[in-house]
C-alpha cells in the first residue's frame, strides 16, 4: 500500500496537527526526521504480537488498527482500536503488551526506540505532547468502559459510529458543523467482536439507525450523518461533548 502524501515532508502528513510531532519546532522536527521510517502494512496483517521486542515506536499515519489480548484459554478479545494519530509504544518499556492487527491497510510513521527515549529527555515538546496523548487515551478508554458496560445495542453502535466520525472530522480539520461523511472502516463482523454484539445486532442496529434517518449508508461502509447532535443523543452523549481525543 503506498500512502497518498510526500513522505518526505512532514507539513504535508494528514495527522502533524494530532501526532506526537505536533507542537515541534523546525530543528526538533529534523532531529526526529533523523530516526524516522514509514512502515505500510495490509489489512489482516499483524503489527506487533503481544510480548514482542519493540524497537521502535510510532504513530497511525492512515487506516485503523485493533489491538487483541489473548486469555490464557485461547479466548481472544479486541481492547481497543487504533485510529488515525494515535501512538503505537510505550518509550521505558520493552515489550508489546497486546497483539497489534492492521484492520485496514495503515501507514505508520515510525522512530526508532533507543533514539526516541534519548530525544524525549532532550526536547520537552515531544515529552508533552505524548503526556497529552497518554492522559488523552486513559479518557478514551474510560469512555469506552461506559459504552461497553451501561449502553444498549443502539446506543453502542450510535457510540462506535461518533467516535470514528468525530476523529475523522479532527483529523481532516473539517469541523462538526454540517453533515459528515466518512467511509467506515470495519466491517460488521468486527464491530460486534468489538462491541461485544452478535453480527445480527450489529445489522439490524445500524437498519434501524439507517432507517430512522439517523445515517445514511451507502452500500456497506460509506457513512454520512446529516446531523451530529442527533448521533450523539442516540449514543447517550451531550451532543456538545467535543471530539474523541
Same mark, same amino acid.
Given at each position: 500500500?503506498? /500512502?497518498?502524501?510526500?513522505?518526505?515532508?512532514?507539513?504535508?502528513?494528514?495527522?502533524?496537527?494530532? /501526532?506526537?510531532? /505536533?507542537?515541534?519546532?523546525?530543528?526538533?522536527?529534523?532531529?526526529?526526521?533523523?530516526?524516522?521510517?514509514?512502515?505500510?502494512?495490509?489489512?489482516?496483517? @499483524?503489527?506487533?504480537? !503481544?510480548?514482542?521486542?519493540?524497537?521502535?515506536?510510532?504513530?497511525?499515519?492512515?487506516?485503523?488498527? !485493533?489491538?487483541?489480548? @489473548?486469555?490464557?484459554?485461547?479466548?481472544?478479545?479486541?481492547?481497543?482500536?487504533?485510529?488515525?494519530?494515535?501512538f503505537v509504544g510505550r518509550p521505558g518499556r520493552d515489550s508489546a503488551p497486546y497483539d497489534v492487527q492492521a484492520t485496514t491497510d495503515v501507514v505508520m510513521c515510525c522512530f526508532r526506540k533507543k533514539p526516541f527515549e534519548d530525544l524525549m529527555t532532550l526536547t520537552p515538546h515531544i515529552a508533552h505532547r505524548l503526556l497529552q496523548m497518554t492522559l488523552d487515551e486513559l479518557d478514551a478508554a474510560r469512555e469506552w468502559m461506559l459504552v461497553l458496560g451501561r449502553k444498549t445495542a443502539r446506543e453502542k453502535i450510535a457510540s462506535l459510529l461518533s467516535?470514528?466520525?468525530?476523529?475523522? /472530522?479532527s483529523v481532516g480539520q473539517k469541523g462538526m458543523s454540517g453533515q459528515i461523511v466518512f467511509d467506515l472502516p470495519l466491517t460488521r463482523e468486527a464491530m460486534a467482536d468489538y462491541l461485544g454484539l452478535t453480527l445480527e445486532t450489529v445489522s439490524r442496529q445500524i437498519s434501524a439507525l439507517k432507517r430512522d434517518g439517523v445515517i445514511v449508508l451507502e452500500g456497506k461502509r460509506h457513512v454520512t450523518i446529516p446531523d451530529m447532535g442527533r448521533l450523539m443523543e442516540e449514543a447517550g452523549d451531550d451532543s456538545d461533548g467535543g471530539f474523541l481525543i
Amino acid at each position: 500500500m503506498k /500512502a497518498q502524501f510526500d513522505h518526505t515532508n512532514c507539513d504535508e502528513c494528514p495527522i502533524r496537527h494530532r /501526532a506526537v510531532c /505536533a507542537h515541534c519546532d523546525v530543528d526538533e522536527l529534523e532531529e526526529l526526521e533523523d530516526i524516522k521510517y514509514y512502515r505500510s502494512f495490509e489489512a489482516g496483517q @499483524t503489527i506487533i504480537w !503481544s510480548g514482542d521486542q519493540m524497537n521502535f515506536v510510532g504513530s497511525v499515519v492512515s487506516g485503523i488498527a !485493533s489491538l487483541t489480548q @489473548t486469555m490464557e484459554d485461547g479466548r481472544t478479545q479486541m481492547v481497543g482500536l487504533l485510529l488515525p494519530s494515535d501512538f503505537v509504544g510505550r518509550p521505558g518499556r520493552d515489550s508489546a503488551p497486546y497483539d497489534v492487527q492492521a484492520t485496514t491497510d495503515v501507514v505508520m510513521c515510525c522512530f526508532r526506540k533507543k533514539p526516541f527515549e534519548d530525544l524525549m529527555t532532550l526536547t520537552p515538546h515531544i515529552a508533552h505532547r505524548l503526556l497529552q496523548m497518554t492522559l488523552d487515551e486513559l479518557d478514551a478508554a474510560r469512555e469506552w468502559m461506559l459504552v461497553l458496560g451501561r449502553k444498549t445495542a443502539r446506543e453502542k453502535i450510535a457510540s462506535l459510529l461518533s467516535i470514528i466520525a468525530r476523529r475523522d /472530522a479532527s483529523v481532516g480539520q473539517k469541523g462538526m458543523s454540517g453533515q459528515i461523511v466518512f467511509d467506515l472502516p470495519l466491517t460488521r463482523e468486527a464491530m460486534a467482536d468489538y462491541l461485544g454484539l452478535t453480527l445480527e445486532t450489529v445489522s439490524r442496529q445500524i437498519s434501524a439507525l439507517k432507517r430512522d434517518g439517523v445515517i445514511v449508508l451507502e452500500g456497506k461502509r460509506h457513512v454520512t450523518i446529516p446531523d451530529m447532535g442527533r448521533l450523539m443523543e442516540e449514543a447517550g452523549d451531550d451532543s456538545d461533548g467535543g471530539f474523541l481525543i
